[in-house]
């Protein structure tokens, strides 16, 4: 089936540094993608999407690109702040799977001032 | 609403013990999901529905858990006879079809 592969975490990073989180997905469609981002203390939200081939989705300065031929959705953030230390989510839904969204296991980035 | 809404908030119940937990998803969302989230860990899915397809019950843990959808909006997850590895948060989510999905604030469950 569907699944969805991130890098182990946590990663730690001095502020302003460049962060990398790897996504690595298994699909039979063509999925949407999405990066999702859980604040402490807070509830799931939308960071980025994609959904199709060599796409770039950004927002916040993030960015991911939909690269087909690795089967990748990496995500991407020039400079990071300490305002972004979460737990960041990527996802799929493969519409040919009926659409359901599934999840990698998460990466919780903490950034250092 | 303008969000997905989930209640209780809150809950703490005694091991043994059934707890309904609720959940409205945004209106005219046709997919509805549940996840549980236990402390320090990833999202764990539970069950999925959409329109009027059989739902996805192939996360559920055990047969203590069920969930409905009722009208195709309200949708209920019940656990029979709590136990204390059942205590997370638990997560609602909705969506369009193969779009994103809205995330509700969760409920925390506790079973002492």
């Known amino acids: 089936g569907d699944s969805v592969t991130q890098m182990e975490g946590p990663v730690t990073l001095s502020e302003e540094a460049f962060l990398t989180i790897n996504c690595t997905y298994t699909?039979?469609?063509?999925?949407?993608l999405f990066w999702y981002v859980q604040y402490p203390g807070e509830g799931l939200q939308l960071l980025l999407k994609?959904?199709?081939?060599?796409d770039k989705g950004s927002n916040k300065g993030f960015e991911a690109t939909y690269r087909k031929e690795t089967t990748s959705f990496h995500l991407e953030k020039g400079s990071v702040q300490v305002s972004d230390s979460a737990v960041y989510f990527c996802?799929?839904?493969?519409?040919?799977?009926?659409?359901?969204?599934?999840f990698g296991q998460g990466t919780e980035l903490s950034v250092k001032p | 609403g303008a969000g997905v809404s989930q209640s209780p908030s809150n809950k703490v119940t005694e091991k043994g013990k059934d707890v309904e937990l609720r959940c409205d998803p945004i209106?005219?969302?046709?997919?509805l999901y549940w996840y549980r989230q236990s402390l320090g860990q990833g999202l764990e899915f539970l069950i999925y529905?959409?329109?009027?397809?059989?739902?996805?019950k192939s996360g559920l843990p055990s047969d203590r858990f069920s969930a409905e959808r009722t009208g195709g909006s309200v949708s209920t997850l019940t656990i029979q006879r709590t136990q204390q590895e059942d205590s997370a948060v638990y997560l609602c989510?909705?969506?369009?079809?193969?779009?994103?999905?809205?995330f509700g604030q969760g409920t925390r469950l506790t079973v002492v």
């Open positions: 529905f959409q329109g009027n397809s059989a739902p996805d």
């Open positions: 989510a909705s969506s369009l079809a193969r779009s994103e999905a809205f």
């Open positions: 994609a959904t199709k081939a060599d």
């Open positions: 209106s005219g969302h046709t997919a």
């Open positions: 699909a039979t469609g063509y999925p949407s």
């Open positions: 996802a799929l839904s493969d519409y040919n799977q009926g659409g359901k969204l599934i």
